[in-house]
C-alpha cells in the first residue's frame, strides 16, 4: 500500500513557475515508476511526466517537453515537478500516481495509487 499527497499548486500567471511536490508514503519499491497526470474540467485525465524510482528516467509528454521537469528525492520518499512558462492550458487539477513497471508509463489505468490532486490554475 502506498499513499500519495500532493502539494504545490495555485493560482499564477502565464510565464511564471510553479513546483509541485508528492510525498510518498508506504512500501515503496526500486520498481516503481513514479507518474504525473492532470485533468482539465471536461476532458480526459491526460499524462504529464514520469520517473523511475531507480535510474531516474523520465518521461514526458509533448505538451510539456522543455517546459516542465520530473524528479526525484529518494531520501524523502518525494517527486517534483517544476513547471516553468506556465500557460491558460496548463491549468487542471495534477495527480501523483506510482506503478510497479516501466511499460506504458503513459497510460493511467497501469496505475496502482493516486494522490488526491492539487489544482493549477493558469490565468491570463
Known amino acids: 500500500q502506498v499513499q500519495l499527497v500532493e502539494s504545490g499548486g495555485g493560482l499564477v500567471q502565464a510565464g511564471v513557475s510553479l513546483r509541485l511536490s508528492c510525498a510518498a508514503s508506504?512500501?515503496?519499491?526500486?520498481?516503481?515508476?513514479m507518474g504525473w497526470f492532470r485533468q482539465a474540467p471536461g476532458k480526459e485525465r491526460e499524462f504529464v511526466a514520469a520517473?523511475?524510482?531507480?535510474?531516474?528516467?523520465?518521461f514526458y509528454a509533448d505538451s510539456v517537453n522543455g517546459r516542465f521537469t520530473i524528479s526525484r528525492d529518494n531520501a524523502k520518499n518525494t517527486v517534483y515537478l517544476q513547471m516553468n512558462s506556465l500557460k491558460p492550458e496548463d491549468t487542471a487539477v495534477y495527480y501523483c500516481?506510482?506503478?510497479?513497471?516501466?511499460?506504458?508509463?503513459?497510460?493511467?489505468?497501469?496505475?496502482?495509487?493516486w494522490g488526491q490532486g492539487t489544482q493549477v490554475t493558469v490565468s491570463s
Open positions: 520517473v523511475t524510482w531507480s535510474g531516474g528516467y523520465t
Open positions: 508506504g512500501r515503496i519499491f526500486s520498481s516503481y515508476v
Open positions: 500516481a506510482v506503478r510497479n513497471t516501466i511499460m506504458a508509463v503513459r497510460l493511467a489505468p497501469g496505475y496502482d495509487y
